[in-house]
């Protein structure tokens, strides 16, 4: 690891992807480094961006272009841009690509022992899961991923309230989360072919579900349909919106279902622009959120809602004047990002050297993103991949079954009795 020249700690990072995400949240958390960073003991480090890898480099370029401080990094670009960030000489790694891209940097990075922080979902499979976290292990650093609202003050009360025993055995919940046309029809474009907005943004959802009503119940089944015709063909592989259904089985035997709807073609004009809701039934209690009924309404002439949104979200990220005059960014999708850090510095950092592996253990135990912990929202997504490419392939209405007696996912058709299996082991 590094060293500043006052004496300060400090890890080298480097960005694979360099789109909304890292504006969105990554940017802040560097632009603000060193001083708004404490490790798990006190002491201050820095969390310095040194190194973008993407395909064309023409973002991270307009980025350097931009600042005239705080902003000096290797701009990489091309086929073998990861492999020159890695070479490069840093020591943690955040991937930030299109989904279907995030195994093999993640994969790379391990190889080349740098800690890795994935985004949302970390792979699409859970043989991709199985080789990450082997090469983890082997290589004895930290692969974790992002799941931001685990970090929202709505939810992080939703959790408390569980495990205090207030709301009383998870019977059903509903969740949505709709996007503007633009997000698909423009910002993901270039990636979007073949793609789901499922597996983009339920995972969220299927995270907060598996780890705040977990760990005592066990994953039972996956469904889903969705609907073509907008983003790509109708008799195609791209969809629109998917509605996925999935299905846990409590240690009394008792179910929970949970449904799932995502949509990326909403009117770019909705009020709500990224509409998010959940509701989860228990058998005393209801419980209801909606982002726009917790938030603020904004309408400013030629403004809203494109350039400024209707409704925005301030508990996710929002830019600040504070009451002492400082200016500042931050928010529950600002903290994960922060929180990792924090973890790294911690393995790396705050303590003696020989002393290190029992550090790196200890953040593995961390349920909330270590990828070791991922394996039922990898199930699903993998689930969900397999039901809509069969369904695309003229085959609707499948179901998959986990950890039944034909594998840890088996795929069944109507009217077939053979399952495909999709993964033997346990999941």
Known sequence: MRTLKDGVPSLRCGMIGFGMIFDET??????HCPSSLLSFSGSPFNAELCAVATRTGSRAARYLASKTEQASFQNFSGPNAVSRLLASGVDVVCVATPDDRHFEAARDAIRARKHVLIEKPSVLSLS????????ATENEVLAKVVYHKLADPDHKKLRTLYRDGVLKHVNNGYCSLLEPKSISGGQFAEWIT??????YVAVHYL???DFTFGPNWSLDRVSATGQRGLVGPADGPTWDSVQLQVVYRHPDTREAAF???TSWVTPDNFPGYVEQEVQFRFDNAVWSAHQ???????????RTPGELKNTPNYHYNGTFLEPWGERSQRGYGIEVIER??????????DGPSEQRNQRLAQMRTLTYNDITADRNCVAIVQSLEAILARAAGGAPGCLVKVNGS???????EPGNAKPLVLYEGRV
């Open 292 to 302: 726009r009924k917790r938030g603020v309404e904004l309408t400013v002439e030629n």
């Open 259 to 261: 449904d799932i709807h």
């Open 194 to 199: 073949g793609r789901n907005p499922a597996t």
């Open 340 to 349: 990792f850090f924090q973890e790294a510095a911690f393995v790396e950092f």
């Open 406 to 412: 034909a594998g840890g996912l088996a795929l069944y």
């Open 207 to 209: 995270k907060l579900i």
């Open 128 to 135: 991709e899961l199985d080789e990450l976290t082997r090469l």
């Open 26 to 31: 990554y940017r802040p958390v560097f632009e």
